[in-house]
């Protein structure tokens, strides 16, 4: 009997870091489906009301008063916080169960004067702090900050999770600049980003820009 459960208990330890590799994966690629669908809930909230969503507040609990729901003006100091999943009708968390943030271009987010074609975007993507080269002048950021979370807000609300360096960091700073690259020991951010021109392509097709 003895033989028996530790032959078991071999084969368990070996299975669990597969397993555990294979939840992770599929955290992964359901983060990412996730994102893509909050790329095309944007895409369909400007396209119904002419402007993108202002931030939620993410220090607001699940259940309380305005969580979830858009803020009623973003301004320059105010146009960064969390995704507005009630306003947007997507899910609040990441798989791994933290809030996305995401921040927008002020004068996209203007319900009384609906952005135009020469309207300018001011958000930044790069493979580094100090680089651009992967979007210039993005209308808006939406941030999973991935397995480790640091950066990100709960549904508890509060204070953003602390600890985050380096590249990470500057998905928390709420500035307008923006890292995305491949996974490293210090990086696990997933960032994506409206492209102006998809936006007012799809604006266009749909009557809703000249």
Known sequence: MAMVLMIVGLLLGGLIPTLTAQMESQRINETRN????????????AIINGHLPCPADGTIATGQANAGAKKDACGTNANGGVLPWVTL??????A???RFTYR?????????????LTTPSNLNVGLSTADNGMASGAPAVVVSH???????????????????????LDNTDNNNHFVSHDFTPTFDDFVVWLSPNILFNRMVAAGKLP
């Open 146 to 168: 991935g397995p480790n979370g640091l950066g990100a807000y709960t549904s508890a609300g509060g204070a953003p999770i602390t600890g985050a360096v380096g590249d990470e």
């Open 96 to 98: 791994w169960g933290r």
């Open 89 to 94: 009708g997507v899910s609040e968390t990441d």
């Open 34 to 45: 996730q994102l893509n669908e909050i790329q095309q809930a944007l895409i369909g909230y």
């Open 104 to 116: 927008v271009t002020p004068d996209f987010a203007l319900a009384a004067t609906p952005f135009q």
